[in-house]
């Protein structure tokens, strides 16, 4: 079993920058990929990042490409979410997600855990 809360959101203007949180519980997170996910008013929910359980194999959707850098840190079952030159069209609430594998995907359906989301707001 898997908790996670997401923290660090919050009203930014158009350039500039948050840091996202997910803090997580369990003994099983350093065994677990890590996603972020977020879902914009009146659309689905899409993929962000997502980052393998090492650390060392990262993905990122085109849109943020450049823009965000995911981490993670497993002494602290910590996952971090940087994001840059943030636009209005970043607005959503983000998500950050686990699932039971090495490897993060695309897909909301292959994760298994998910915290309660937290809000970012871009104005312009």
């Known amino acids: 079993q898997v908790q996670l809360v997401e923290s660090g959101g919050g009203l930014v203007q158009a350039g500039g920058s948050l840091r996202l949180s997910c803090a997580a519980s369990g003994r099983t997170f350093s065994s677990n990929a890590m996603g972020w996910f977020r879902q914009a008013p009146g659309k689905e929910r899409e993929f962000v990042a997502g980052?393998?359980?090492?650390?060392?194999?990262?993905d990122y959707a085109d849109s943020v490409k450049g823009r965000f850098t995911i981490s993670r840190d497993n002494a602290k079952n910590m996952v971090y979410l940087q994001m840059n030159s943030l636009k209005p069209e970043d607005t959503a609430v983000y998500y950050c997600a686990s699932r039971t594998n090495f490897y993060p995907t695309r897909s909301t359906n292959d994760y298994n855990y998910w915290g309660q989301g937290t809000t970012v707001t871009v104005s312009s």
């Open positions: 980052i393998s359980r090492s650390g060392e194999w990262i």
